[in-house]
């Protein structure tokens, strides 16, 4: 199981310099934020980096547009020929969503002249309300799943929640429940759990995140940085 996914956006030229240089387990080159008038520039984008760094040892991994996204036809197309490890799926919804991808993936592949089924989904499931209601949901629905993972920052954009912590330095109520439920459908899924990226500047309280993360189940978490990746990869490794 990939321990650290190095996260960065197609076309920040600073992260995709530091990500290579990283000792990550994983690169994910997220379009998911691109606006529809920027889509094209940031596929165009991320199919260079590939292309450029096609003989690099690193795993690399694309987030597209959501699976209720018109952009997500067109991310496909453009970027599954040039045989990405996988396709990260934000704001998942279901084993519907799973099987879906599953389909879009394999008509490209073929078109790619690809194997058919060699790309793996990650699906981001904890990133919005609905996991309370789909979590359990992605169970024997593709090979292709890898992982579950959440995001702490959009989920609590979704749902409305104004403050991510307590004063206790918990997390607040409904994320922690996210959490969890991203954690209980990865397992009934028989898949591995991500924990979400984290903003935290401090590396020595990143490390604690760590350290709980693996100790309630998670199998890695998303890295914003390299010094981020290299905590997670010493953390999950123990």
Sequence with gaps: ???????APAGNETKLVEGLASNA???????????????EEARRAA????????????????????SGSDLLQGDLEALV??????????HADGGSDLQ??????????????????????VALTG????????????????????????WADRAAGNIGVNRL?????????PLEAVRTLTLLGASTAGVGAIDTPSAAMDIEHFRV??????????????????????????????
């Design 209 to 238: 995140e760590c350290d709980s993360a693996r100790g309630d189940g998670f199998a890695g978490k998303i890295a914003i940085s390299a010094e981020q990746a290299a905590v997670i990869n010493t953390v999950f490794a123990a």
């Design 25 to 39: 387990d994983a690169f994910v080159l997220d379009l998911s934020q691109a606006q529809a008038v920027n889509a």
């Design 47 to 66: 199919a260079n980096f590939l292309r450029q760094n096609h003989s690099s040892p690193m795993v690399f991994y694309i987030m597209t547009h959501a």
């Design 81 to 90: 020929p040039f045989e990405p490890a996988g396709i990260v799926l934000p």
């Design 127 to 150: 990133d919005h309300a609905g996991v309370a209601f789909s979590a359990g949901s992605y169970r024997a629905k593709s090979q292709r799943l890898e992982a579950l993972g959440w």
């Design 165 to 173: 912590h307590e004063s206790n330095g918990r997390l607040a109520a």
């Design 100 to 121: 879906q991808l599953d389909v879009m993936i394999s008509v490209q592949e073929a078109l790619a002249g690809l194997p058919v089924g060699r790309t793996k989904i």
């Design 1 to 7: 199981m990939i321990r650290s996914w190095f996260l």
